[in-house]
């Protein structure tokens, strides 16, 4: 089951608005909106609006009455570009581009009702280059350096 709510043509950036969304990615509903309501982010209130949405849909939509088993996932896609003109000194014209983003929550069921948090790039137990040794991967302890003797 995979419930999902979208907000679109949001007056925010969606370089900002991915910073708070990596924050809720993969937690419970109620984990996600104690974090995103606890958040000073403008993008905070936009998600959370549109996290909520997608908990109505689950209810109505699915009869979903237990929203611990729900985990989220949060997309931002860039929107539309609102192009402004500032005039500036000696006839300069200073383009002003405000940034719109769209906004799309998934809610996808576990099958245990347990919520996991997706592992992050570095976290041990990983699998990969992280957790091979620096010798391993071809670094040597940074850059080589040379000796440099001086003449008197």
């Known amino acids: 089951m995979l419930t999902k709510a979208i907000g679109r043509f949001l007056r925010l950036s969606p370089r900002k608005a991915r910073l708070v969304a990596s924050l809720v990615r993969g937690r419970t509903v109620g984990e996600a909106l104690a974090l995103l309501q606890h958040s000073p982010q403008v993008a905070a209130r936009h998600i959370e609006k549109v996290l909520r949405s997608a908990v109505a849909n689950a209810e109505h939509n699915h009869q979903v009455r237990q929203l611990d088993q729900l985990r989220v996932n949060v997309l931002i896609d860039d929107g539309p570009r609102l192009k402004r003109i500032q005039p500036r000194a000696m006839g300069r014209a200073f383009w002003i581009r405000h940034r719109l983003a769209h906004v799309t929550v998934q809610l996808a069921e576990t099958p245990d009702g347990l919520a ?3 592992r992050r790039r570095g976290e041990p137990g990983r699998a990969g280059a992280a957790a091979r040794p ?17 003449s008197a």
């Open 134 to 150: 620096a010798a391993e991967r071809g670094r040597a302890g940074g850059r080589k350096r040379t000796q440099t003797t001086r």
């Open 116 to 118: 996991r948090a997706p």
